[in-house]
């Protein structure tokens, strides 16, 4: 197809005079379009036209600002979240919102009090305790206060699943935790960590991911006592025998 | 802060605050906040009693109490956002404490169990009344300059950011849902929608729309064929010219006509 009037017909399609419009075309057609007034006429047609649909429609369905952070702090009801969540998979726009405001809601330094001593003083340090044991969990390695089982803790909001992980060479075990804060996502940060205790030994560290999850590999079956340190709190869990 | 007291919307607090006065509520708010800053032992229970009589009870003197106690806070986090928004802070400080004004409704401090889930929604506040704004500076770009409107920032349906339904200008002339629809009725084909919806909707270029979805798409020039088809047909369209007034005059005497073997 060509333009009504076009003085080279033949020589731009309309799909080359929109591309030029979206700042893809090449020179080619570029220097046509200085040249042919019906086809300059063409492209500031769909120029204006692109202006405005896009003027009225961008992020016509996208979720309030508002309502992607009361999403993130889990104020949303089930509903409204799973919507959501369907629609930021989709949006490239609320997903980098999302992500920044989650970036922006993890940093409490505004809130936290100031620091005295050390790293962990002034941070509030609860303990958990022993809630169900985890279904499913069969391996005897884990006791977590109980024989022979996984095992649920719960403080507050959260609750911490322990279980054993794949057994490791020469006797050695692993152990496995998932932290989950009821109502909406457990907030961490890059410092999160988990510390497994032990009375004779050093303390052994482990990340706790976005998820929430943490893990020790290749450790030596014992008692031990368990810490996350999660923003502004520790959590302690006594009494996890491992391996045995 | 240091304890986490659970109140129920409209209770007063587990320690019986009713005839605190505001004033008194203030003082002690203010005191246990520096001994929480201090890492001191300290309760939130005055401050969250606060929040409570200037959203649940609407007292507005309660709430000039929060705002004057927290607006140091909140321009931490204003400042945090750096740029353009940092250079206006006040403005921002502002927006925010509107923002949590407007949404937090007192059938809605349910919501909050303690003095920390307060404030993590007023810190939101802060961070989503720029993004609002990004949003709007980001709508206008599409938008000729002969259609951009006067007054309050608006998003791209038109409604004030903050509070109110202000409708002004040339998208007061239309309402965007409608306009989808029409669109949808005009291009009923869902592939010829998507490209439209990523292009306008998500503000995509066809070599994005591309990427994203290549099963539909396998080459750039394939979005742009399916763009200029929909395009076309919609400039002609009497539902959507009247909806959006998007076909400039004489563009009739502009259309394109096949090309001779083509």
């Known amino acids: ?244 | 802060m240091a304890s986490r007291l659970g109140v129920r919307a409209g209770q007063a607090s587990p320690m019986d605050l009713s005839d605190t006065s505001i004033g008194d509520l203030s003082a002690a708010c203010r005191r246990e906040s520096e001994k929480y800053r201090r890492g001191e032992p300290s309760t939130d229970t005055y401050c969250f009693e606060l929040f409570r009589r200037a959203v649940y009870s609407r007292d507005e003197a309660a709430w000039e109490a929060v705002v004057d106690q927290y607006r140091g806070i909140v321009l931490a986090w204003v400042l945090r956002q750096g740029g353009a928004v940092a250079a206006d802070a006040d403005y921002w400080v502002n927006r925010a404490f509107d923002r949590f004004w407007t949404a937090v409704r007192p059938e809605r401090f349910g919501m909050f169990d303690g003095l920390p889930r307060v404030l993590k929604y007023l810190q939101m506040c802060a961070a989503t009344a720029v993004l609002d704004e990004h949003r709007v500076q980001r709508a206008t770009q599409h938008e000729s300059l002969d259609e951009l409107t006067d007054g309050a920032p608006q998003t791209a349906r038109g409604q004030e950011v903050d509070g109110g339904d202000v409708e002004t200008g040339a998208l007061d002339r239309l309402s965007v849902a409608e306009l989808w629809q029409a669109i949808v009725r005009e291009v009923p084909e869902e592939g010829e929608r998507t490209v439209l919806y990523c292009s306008f909707a998500l503000g995509m270029k066809p070599a994005e729309i591309h990427e994203r979805r290549p099963h539909l798409y396998p080459t750039v020039a394939d979005v742009y064929r399916v763009k200029r088809n929909v395009l076309d047909r919609l400039r002609r369209s009497p539902a959507i010219r009247r909806l959006a007034q998007v076909v400039p005059d004489g563009v009739e005497r502009q259309g394109v006509v096949p090309e001779k073997g083509g």
């Open chain 1, 1 to 244: 197809m060509t333009n009504i009037g076009c003085t080279r017909p033949g020589a731009v399609t309309p799909e080359a005079i929109l591309a030029y419009v979206d700042g893809d075309a090449s020179p080619d057609v570029a220097q046509h379009l200085r040249t042919c007034p019906a086809c300059a006429s063409e492209a500031q047609v769909y120029s204006r036209l692109q202006g405005r649909l896009g003027g009225a429609l961008y992020r016509f369905d996208c979720p309030p600002a508002q309502a992607l952070g009361e999403y993130e702090l889990g104020l949303t009801s089930p509903e409204g979240r799973s919507g959501v969540a369907r629609h930021v998979l989709d949006c490239p726009h609320c997903m980098a919102e999302l992500l920044s405001l989650r970036t922006f809601l993890a940093d409490d330094m505004a809130l936290a009090p100031a620091p005295r001593g050390g790293p962990v003083e002034g941070l509030r340090r609860v303990v958990a305790t022993l809630f169900v044991p985890a279904p499913g969990a069969g391996a005897a390695a884990l006791r977590g206060g109980t024989d022979g089982e996984g095992a649920t803790y719960r403080v507050e909001d959260l609750t911490i699943t322990l279980g054993p992980g794949p057994p490791g060479p020469r006797g050695r075990a692993s152990l496995m935790g998932l932290i989950v804060r009821e109502d909406h996502d457990l907030e961490v940060s890059a410092g999160s960590t988990a510390h497994l205790l032990s009375a004779t030994g050093e303390p052994v560290t482990a990340a706790i991911d976005e998820l929430g999850s943490f893990a020790f590999d290749d450790i030596a079956p014992g008692n031990y006592g368990l810490e996350l340190h999660l923003p502004g709190l520790i959590v302690a869990v006594e009494d996890v025998s491992v391996g045995r």
